[in-house]
């Protein structure tokens, strides 16, 4: 099948390397044309020439703003179906998918070294009957996972994925920076958080009777609570202004326990901070 790629960053060309190697016949564009040096793919001079060259148009861009000012000179959209694989609000995604025919939204949850690889995955939405007419071959780029009919929902799960990503790694860094703020070498701590980290989920517990507890607003303090792990925030929050650490992070998980605490849940368990930071 002939597929275009619209934008060579990493993650671009990875997509057009599994693609080529898949047997598919890839054209691309890119502003810098030098990014399509030793791509298996024809490039093509414009993006209305690259639009033209498929009936599958994969876009991979910095944002959706991207996407609307690569294709404002492309006049005929007839037949052909987009699928953009950028980051942006979901807002975003449902207005472009009100402006271009047949649109998906889709995310990609792994870095670009993994895609095409066993274990990759791509979030999608957007009309189920645009999905399936191109599931087998988007497969290609990692296993395809339909959330949907509204345009909205890729980017939804994928901004929240990346909530719990960007967040972890920051606390990871301001952990580490608490420790060499002591004097203690990088090397001693942080593999150890790393593994710290893995453990997180089986901790925490059963991921599904998480969510139905917060269905439920129950959350049982039985074996922790928030006034415990608020103050434990609060001894965080401290350590690092003593040692000349940053703050803004700690300082933003301790309001949370001091909001909870404040709403009457500091005998409540830590899921209790989900009705502090729900939208009301």
């Known amino acids: 099948m002939n597929v275009t790629v619209i934008g060579l960053g990493p993650m671009g060309r990875a997509m057009v390397r599994a ?3 898949a047997g598919h016949t890839v054209t691309v564009w890119n502003r810098t044309a030098s990014r399509a040096d030793g791509l298996d793919a024809t490039l093509a001079a414009t993006p209305a020439e690259a639009v ?11 944002d959706y703003p991207a996407m609307d000012a690569i294709l404002a000179g492309v006049e005929d959209f007839a037949g052909r179906t987009l699928v953009n694989l950028s980051s942006d609000t979901p807002d975003a995604s449902r207005a472009a998918a009100a402006r271009y025919p047949r649109f998906l939204t889709g995310g990609v949850m792994v870095p670009a070294p993994a895609v095409g690889t066993p274990g990759a995955s791509v979030l999608y939405s957007g009309p189920a009957e645009v999905f399936e007419a191109y599931r087998d071959v988007l497969r290609v780029i990692g296993e395809p996972r339909y959330l949907g009919a509204d345009p909205g929902l890729a980017q939804l799960f994928y901004q929240a994925y990346l909530d719990v990503f960007l967040t972890a790694l920051s606390g990871l860094l301001h952990a ?11 090397a ?4 150890s958080a790393l593994e710290f980290l893995a453990l997180t989920p089986g901790m925490i517990s059963d991921g599904a009777e998480i969510a139905r507890r917060l269905e439920a607003g129950e959350h049982p303090g039985a074996l922790s609570n928030v006034r415990m792990m608020g103050a434990t925030a609060d001894h965080i929050v401290r350590t690092a202004a003593a040692g000349g650490v940053e703050v803004g992070l700690a300082e933003a998980v301790r309001s949370q326990y001091d909001r909870a605490i404040a709403a009457g849940h500091g005998d409540d368990d830590w899921t209790a901070l989900y009705e502090v930071i729900r939208a009301k």
Not at 52 to 62: F, G
Not at 188 to 191: A, N, Y
């Open 19 to 21: 693609l080529a190697d």
């Open 176 to 186: 580490t920076a608490l420790v060499t703020a002591s004097g203690v070498p990088a």
């Open 188 to 191: 001693r701590f942080l593999p």
């Open 52 to 62: 033209a060259a498929s009936e599958l148009i994969v876009l991979s861009l910095t």
